[in-house]
């Protein structure tokens, strides 16, 4: 060995004032002030939030916070979009309601008619909320059912790709980015195609394992776990595991329910049935329970949607001033889930306006920003 070698060997390393590269860090979200922190999460679309959820504890507390509905709030990043069918007029004809809150209000809430363009077959068309936008699949003159898109901003309606397969009618549901479409198949099998939000296409979906096509073409659709799921009084509930395409069955109460009155919050099935009030299903042990605390003393027509973290249930009543119109009712509902079970705390209910008393409530959807 060299003497140059030698020398080199012995000597220590230097001191430098940059630290190794092992413990160097990458900046992270959190370091930000929390105020920073809350405004940045707000402006993400509420469907990734699942995904943030998964990145580690304190994002997921931070995203089921109250402070970050409260700054959404702020924002006016949520709204209900409320779909009336007139039962009187003929044809049938749709109105669009508005539920938002009043600017830089976290409490007050606005609730007015708006006007844009959607599919005239209100009967038979699935809707679904995706960030601003809402999904129709509707009936056309062709026997088969169309893709229309709303953006809510620009009130724009747009024509969507053709589906796969022809249908004539189906149950929908919004998993991982894509919108599963399944069932009313004219040959009355059970097919399904999923719409890929990225590449805005459709593609095929797993092979359901059942055959029984029908609850897919009458029921109510929710989604949770993955799954996509239907609700019909006389089928019971089914669901569709995205996964595998493996099918599931199971009872539901015997009592009489609307179907503006479902929803999903927080991976939690909520509906508002007539007799037993507002329930939510337990997946682990398949049944359905009651949300204590709370009670809209049987209200009836009710429609129920996510509103800022909260459930907001909406209902009518008969308006003191003439028997042609109706009155439209809101109360807000705080869900704290506990080993025991759901409990609800109801804010002070809140006559949000007036509307003819023909005008039945449909559909209850929620809209991010």
Same mark, same amino acid.
């Given at each position: ?21 092992? =413990?160097?860090? %990458? ?10 922190? *809350?405004?940045? *999460? ?8 699942? &995904? @943030? ?10 995203? $089921? =916070? ?6 959404? %709030? ?17 044809? *049938? ?51 088969? *059912?169309? @893709?229309?898109? +709303? ?17 004539? %009618? ?20 059970? @097919? !399904? ?23 897919? #073409? ?40 609307? $179907? ?8 939690? +099935? ?7 009030? +507002? ?11 009651? !949300? ?40 807000? #509902? ?7 079970? &759901? ?8 006559? +949000? ?11 209850? @959807?929620?809209? %991010?920003?």
């Amino acid at each position: 060995m060299s003497n140059l070698a030698a020398s080199n060997a012995d000597e220590r390393p230097r001191k430098t004032n940059q630290p190794p590269s092992s =413990s160097l860090s %990458s900046p992270s979200l959190f370091s930000l002030p929390l105020d920073m922190v *809350l405004n940045v *999460l707000a402006r993400v679309p509420k469907r990734f939030y699942p &995904i @943030l959820c998964c990145v580690s504890n304190k994002m997921r507390s931070l995203v $089921r =916070s109250a402070e970050i509905h409260e700054t959404r %709030s702020l924002l006016g990043k949520d709204s209900l979009y409320i779909f009336f069918l007139d039962e009187i007029s003929s044809p *049938l004809y749709v109105y669009w309601y508005t539920l938002r809150r009043t600017e830089n209000r976290t409490t007050e809430n606005l609730f007015y008619p708006i006007e844009f363009s959607t599919p005239r077959d209100p009967c038979t068309t699935r809707m679904l909320a995706i960030d601003t936008e809402i999904f129709f699949m509707t009936p056309c003159t062709t026997r088969s *059912l169309k @893709l229309r898109i +709303l953006d809510t901003r620009s009130r724009v309606l747009r024509q969507g790709p053709s589906l796969l397969v022809d249908r004539l %009618s189906t149950s929908v549901g919004l998993v991982g980015g894509k919108v599963y479409v399944i069932g009313g198949c004219s040959e009355r099998e059970l @097919l !399904v195609e999923r719409f890929d939000l990225k590449t805005q296409t459709f593609e095929e979906a797993p092979t359901p394992d059942e055959r029984d096509y029908r609850i897919w #073409i009458y029921g109510v659709n929710v989604t949770l776990d993955r799954k996509v799921y239907a609700l019909c009084p006389r089928e019971g509930m089914a669901s569709y595991d995205t996964r595998d395409g493996s099918c599931q069955r199971s009872e539901m109460p015997k009592d009489k329910w609307r $179907r503006s009155g479902t929803c999903v919050i927080g991976n939690v +099935l909520y509906l508002y049935f007539s007799r037993f009030g +507002l329930m939510w299903y337990d997946t682990q042990l398949m049944i359905w329970r009651v !949300v204590y605390g709370f009670d809209l003393d049987k209200a009836q027509c009710v429609g129920i949607a996510e509103y800022y973290g909260k459930l907001a249930i909406l209902w009518e009543k008969p308006s003191p001033v003439s028997r042609e119109s109706k009155e439209i009712w809101c109360t807000m #509902i705080g869900l704290l889930r506990s080993d025991v079970g &759901i409990h609800g705390a109801a804010e002070p209910s809140q006559l +949000l306006g007036i509307v003819p008393y023909g005008y039945l409530m449909r559909c209850c @959807l929620s809209v %991010s920003a």
